[in-house]
């Protein structure tokens, strides 16, 4: 989803929106515990202001697999995100820069999903009971130490 500047300002006299289902697993190798990412569907509306601006109203949606925390089980985590991003040539905070003559709208889609994936998740059979731990009342003594009761003199 890379697009030059003057194919933009087209796009955006003649049919402003666009849908595009695009692959992002390449992006998953550097975090751990994401395991797999499905085509990611994207919808949007670009709108060109005074040929300075480039707004992108951008509609994700996507499912990712990640990891349970207990069980280390895939656990399907859907995702639909609606986001704004503008882009211009002005070095400013609120407002990504345009780097060259085109704008790639891959890496954004991807941090969008980064940012809003849970911390972390639990698979729905894994169980969440405490039963195999002591309760306050009862002493708790790690099994490894019970050996060392027989050197006790």
Not at 68 to 96: G, W
Request: charged share 25%.
């Amino acid at each position: 989803m890379k697009w030059t500047l003057s194919q933009l300002k087209k796009k955006h006299h003649q049919n402003n929106q666009f849908e595009a289902t695009v692959d992002l697993s390449e992006y998953i190798e550097e975090n751990g515990d994401i395991i797999s990412v499905e085509p990611t569907h994207v919808h949007g509306v670009i709108d060109v202001e005074d040929t300075q601006y480039y707004h992108f109203d951008l509609t994700i949606q996507t499912t990712l697999w990640m990891a349970c925390a207990q069980t280390l089980e895939s656990v399907p985590v859907p995702m639909t995100i609606e986001v704004t991003e503008t882009f211009t040539h002005d070095v400013n905070d609120d407002y990504r820069t345009i780097e060259g003559i085109t704008i790639d709208l891959l890496p954004i889609i991807w941090s969008n999903i980064y940012l809003e994936k849970p911390m972390r998740v639990t698979h729905p059979k894994a169980s969440l009971s405490f039963d195999n731990y002591p309760s306050e009342n009862e002493p708790s003594v790690n099994p490894h130490f019970e050996a060392l009761k027989k050197f006790k003199s």
